[in-house]
């Protein structure tokens, strides 16, 4: 006779009290085995008692209170959405005065843009000038790094060699970065392997 022990699922359908095709033979073996009738028994006491503990229900704010925790996604669509409506009125009247103001400026800028695009000999006059003194700051910054990084003799030997003594620098620079890239993954590699 081949003899197995109810499985945990088969003891769940007794205690529970199931009735159905499959349920007579595990009621005929647990009348035959004293150790699965036991097993049968034990499960019915856990579940008398957890019948007899009062039953309570979670605070109404608990969900409230753990979503408050939980860090949610929010597309960027619907924050630009919610930041416009906290800033707008809540009332009529004070919408219609936002638009009134909105307008207005926006109306005041529009004339501002106007005049400037009839006025094109002081805006290109106005960024020409500009872009001369950007050009002139980055050129100068450039200058100072470069007289830091390599001193002033070395920079004097650089503008006499041209355009190929600074692409000889920069090679140089660029293959240094690399080699110590390099080192770094392989130091790193060599740790991981340890």
Do not use: K, Y
């Not at 229900?57 to 939980?70: E, I, K, N, Y």
């Not at 980055?138 to 790094?145: E, G, M, Q």
């Not at 660029?174 to 770094?184: E, F, K, Q, Y």
């Amino acid at each position: 006779m081949n003899h197995r022990h109810l499985l945990p699922n088969e003891i769940d359908l007794l205690v529970d009290g199931e009735a159905g095709f499959g349920v007579a033979p595990l009621r005929a073996h647990i009348l035959e085995c004293a150790e699965c009738r036991e097993r049968v028994e034990d499960a019915r006491v856990v579940v008398d008692a957890l019948e007899s503990l009062p039953h309570f229900a979670p605070d109404s704010r608990l969900a409230d209170r753990v979503m408050a925790q939980v860090p949610v996604f929010v597309p960027a669509h619907v924050a630009a959405r919610d930041s416009v409506r906290r800033w707008l009125p809540q009332s009529a009247a004070a919408r219609t005065a936002a638009v009134a103001v909105g307008t207005s400026v926006a109306g005041a800028l529009t004339l501002a843009m106007i005049w400037l695009a009839t006025q094109s000999d002081a805006v290109l006059f106005i960024s020409g000038l500009l872009g001369d003194r950007v050009r002139g700051a980055v050129a100068a910054a450039a200058r100072d790094f470069a007289v830091a990084l390599l001193g002033e003799s070395a920079l004097t030997t650089l503008q006499a060699t041209g355009a190929l003594g600074v692409t000889l620098l920069l090679l140089g620079f660029l293959l240094t970065a690399v080699g110590t890239v390099a080192g770094i993954r392989r130091l790193a590699t060599a740790g991981r392997r340890a």
